[in-house]
């Protein structure tokens, strides 16, 4: 839930400053605010240098040291090592990368001692030199006597000239010779031995990074500290102080316990009208892993309503609706009993998240059961899984219905499948009315009247969805119960009025269709009448003429929710495919393709399931009840470390 906040004026005698900061922090629920507006203070550098510490031996976790090394017991001085040896390796390895180079531009010259060179030019009084030309030039230059001809490599030609003067020759680059090879790879050697001393140093750090996490929270909570005084003000030549600071309705009475052993005061002081107060946000169990996800998005404003188990309840049933298969759903149920078993501890942020798994692999789950759907697999028509699911209910249903009525849709289905004719119940309907293609047997009706059940299962979850919306801040817009009464006229009217179809409100036996017309098109008009003169009366001619045009956003958002059909019938489909490459590979060829097949379809329907499941909260659910652009609370607290 969002909690209200207070506004308090806080004071007392400066010499008490340092335990009132010191205790606010272990409470942890004063947000302070500085009353002059002053520069905030910088992390201080060795804290910034633990920070690039962890994020330097992230990279070298899991790695066998090989060496026995002392760690230093003081995270900073610890922090201040890692760096250096980060430092001197990211050297070490340019060096690497500039030897290797230099070796390769050389080794045409071949291995010598600049010290014979040197001899020879000062005995012989001759001066020596290395040239290099393209090898293109070399066919039609005119090479002088002096030069010796080495070799090409890499469309190069290479010379060693040995002349009485140092010559300049056209077309010719000379090159400088500082080391020769032989010594450019003894150096390299030397270079490389150290590289992976120095890595084993870093892999053996890497084990000791708890270390480092410590002195990492420690700095902080002591920058935090040191920030809130920063923001204090002194007045009466500085033998008092003062700061301001939200504070949570809830917690009110808890600060003047706090005070109460202190020279300290507090008075609740107005809300100014510039004062941007932030949004607290107090939740516990699937509330939490709800704030999580609206986090993801937005901040709530502090006047919003908490939307946390909304977009909670509504993600899981619309991620459950993409992936939809039972099979899928079990793995992510696997998955979250394999992370509880190898990491027993977690807490914070990653139990949160292994707790949205467990509720997203129990959605998904009992949604695939829902609609008979496991690993993409052909269920028989008579198989007891089948018919004990919900999507074959309903179809047996709409089928049973059909046969009642005898209608258009009936007589074609009789035509093309005369077996129909004699069927006894919705479910021998259903499985009559089928053909033989490719030596199997597709029963039409079925998979037809499971698409439609499906397709406006998404459009009823997409009213649903929205009705709540629109009925959380009813009190403030009017106009919102008009259009919840215009969304459920429309389902009942449009079926009957545009498409001639039958829906689950006629099948189900709870409204005749002439019944469902008559009173879908009363709440049609009547809902859009309502949504309109409300915006009249509760704000103005201007609004309620701007309120016509929401016709066309509340379609567009109702018809959104048919991406739950569309990605749902995606995955089966996907599946089914590799299911069936599979079977004509045999079993050994057909297993790994089954496996990579399913893999792939399970990346895509989980991206499919976060992406869109999300969506449909964050966009046309809030659209209507959603203000957003908060500030989230944030106490002066102490930082905890995960170690």
Known sequence: MIVGLHKYLIYGAKEEMDRFFSLAQRAGFLEFIGIWQKKALEIPPHVKRVLSAIRILRAWEGGKAGIEMSIPTNPFHFAEKVVETNGSLERLLEEERVLRAEIARLAPFGDFSMQDVKYIELEGKRSIQFFCMKSSHAEEAQIPPELIYLGTEYDLAYYVSIGKEPMQIPKMIEVQIERPVGVLRERLSDVKKQIALHEAQLRASAESSALLQEGLVEGLNAHDLQSAKHDAVFPMREALFA???????????????????????????????????????????????????????????????????????????????????????????????????????????????????????????????????????????????????????????????????????????????????????????????????????????????????????????????????????????????????????????????????????????????????????????????????????????????MEVLNVIQVFSDVLSYLRLYALGLAGMIVAQTFNGLGEKFGIFAGAIIILIGHAVNINLSIMSGVIHGLRLNFLEWYHYCFEGGGKLFNPLRLRKSKH
């Open 243 to 545: 700061i301001e600071a939200w504070v949570p309705e809830t917690r009110v009475t808890s600060l003047h316990g706090l005070l109460s052993n202190l020279s300290v005061e507090c008075e609740e002081i107005a809300i100014e009208p510039g004062d941007r107060m932030p949004t607290c946000m107090e939740n516990k169990g699937g509330g939490k892993v709800g704030e999580d996800l609206v986090q993801v998005y937005d901040i709530p404003a502090p006047a919003d309503k908490d939307p946390s188990m909304w977009v909670l309840v509504f993600f899981a049933i619309f991620f459950a609706m993409i992936i939809a298969d039972a099979g899928y759903g079990l793995l992510f149920l696997l998955l979250g009993l394999i992370v509880k078993w190898k990491k027993p501890r977690l807490a914070g942020a990653g139990k949160r998240f292994l707790k949205l798994i467990f509720i997203l692999g129990a959605s998904t789950t009992l949604w695939g059961a829902m609609t008979a759907s496991f690993f993409g697999m052909e269920i028989g028509a008579n198989s007891p899984y089948r018919k004990i699911s919900l999507l074959h209910y309903l179809a047996t249903k709409k089928a049973a219905y059909l046969m009642e009525v005898k209608n258009d849709v009936y007589q074609e289905y009789v035509k093309n499948y005369p077996a129909v004719a004699s069927a006894t119940d919705g479910h021998d309907f259903l499985v009559k009315a089928a053909k033989e293609q490719e030596g199997q047997i597709k029963y039409v009706a079925l998979n037809n009247f499971y698409d439609n059940v499906l397709m406006e299962f998404a459009i009823l979850m997409g009213i649903i969805h929205l009705s709540f919306s629109l009925a959380r801040y009813l009190s403030r817009n009017w106009s919102h119960l008009g259009w919840i009464i215009f969304m459920v006229g429309g389902y009942l009217y449009f079926p009957v009025a545009s498409l001639d179809a039958t829906s689950m409100v006629e099948f189900m036996g709870w409204i005749a269709k002439p019944y469902a017309y008559a009173i879908g098109q009363q709440l049609l008009y009547g809902g859009f009448g309502l949504a309109v003169l409300a915006a009249f009366i509760k704000r103005g001619i201007g609004a309620g003429l």
